[in-house]
């Protein structure tokens, strides 16, 4: 059994994301928090309700890597939050790929004008793209459909929000909006031991009591265990691999390296349970080089 350092649970693995924002007695919380992330867009979005879809998720392996969570508001427009842990090759392509979902679910049969009710993404990513590493103070990106001439949105109804929270770097001290209040919580949540005077909100004051590690039972106990193993085995695996491979790639050349940094990534997704097409996403390599290296670890 793990021995806690830390008052509250890790929200960047996918037991904590589920327990704060993905159970129905705390739908509260993720309402307050898409209501201030989407205020100025949206005006005040009055209640969500769970939607159950597999297809967000298609297999086990997929729910591992990533959470997801996809509800709807009062209007009946969509929300899909994601929880992203570790940096894909396509992971902007998965996001519009998951959006058609609840796009093609608008479909009528008969008579029908195509008239659809807006669809919101929201990824919310323990990582940093590569083409916005020459931003560090940018961690929120709002994307649409626009002209590219004008710059004038040119459909307002898909809407893609990306939160790189390794950029959020501000102190308690800096906080000055209740969602810099909501990032500093997801950023720090496992760092917070007395609950800053600035934070003591009704909200927060619930978040902070669902998250509390000594009030859980055995089972979510070990559930949350079991999770946080998986976050940090997967976590440590590939910044090892990576590691190995920059030091590999001094020796033997950048592109020999790069290329045995993507196979020891996908060895270390292999023997914590990944999926080929996970792992692609991760490394670069194909599915069938995945499926390679899989049947080399098989025992002999």
């Given amino acids: 059994m793990y021995f806690f350092t830390e008052k509250y649970i890790n929200p960047f693995t996918d037991y904590g994301f589920k327990k704060i924002f993905g159970e129905e007695p705390n739908k509260d919380l993720l309402l307050d928090f898409l209501n201030e992330l989407l205020r100025e867009e ?17 297999t086990s392996l997929d729910r591992k890597a990533i959470f997801d969570l996809y509800c709807e508001n009062e209007r009946g427009e969509k929300f899909i ?15 519009v790929y998951y959006s058609t979902f609840p796009i093609r679910e608008q479909a009528q049969q008969g008579k029908w004008d195509y008239q659809l009710n807006a669809v919101y993404t929201v990824a919310i990513l323990d990582f940093v793209f590569d083409e916005d590493k020459h ?73 902070f009591a669902v998250a509390e590690i000594a009030q859980f039972n055995s089972e979510q106990v070990r559930s949350y265990e079991n ?34 940094a993507k196979e020891q990534v996908a060895i270390a997704g292999i023997q914590n349970g990944l999926s080929n097409e996970i792992l692609s996403d991760l490394t670069g390599l194909t599915p069938a080089q995945v499926e390679q290296l899989r049947v080399k670890l098989k025992p002999q």
């Avoid at 800096?174 to 209040?181: I, P, Q």
């Avoid at 940090?232 to 590691?243: F, M, V």
Wanted: glycine share 4%; net charge negative; aromatic share 12%.
């Fill in 42 to 58: 949206q005006g005040e979005i009055i209640s969500l309700s769970y939607i159950k879809n597999e297809q967000l998720g298609d």
């Fill in 227 to 260: 999770s946080l193993k998986y976050y940090r085995d997967l976590k440590n695996s590939i910044d090892t691999a990576r590691e190995e491979g920059r030091e590999e790639g001094r020796e033997e050349g950048r592109e020999e390296g790069i290329a045995l």
């Fill in 135 to 207: 931003e560090p103070h940018k961690y929120r990106y709002d994307v649409k459909l626009t002209d590219i001439d004008t710059c004038k949105v040119f459909y307002d109804k898909l809407t893609f929000i990306y939160l790189e929270m390794p950029k959020f770097t501000k102190t308690i001290e800096e906080l000055e909006t209740r969602f810099e209040k909501w990032l500093y919580i997801l950023r720090n949540l496992t760092q917070i031991d007395e609950i800053p005077e600035i934070l003591q909100e009704s909200v927060f004051q619930k978040l």
């Fill in 81 to 95: 939050v994601e929880l992203q842990k570790t940096k894909q090759n396509f992971f902007k392509d998965r996001t």
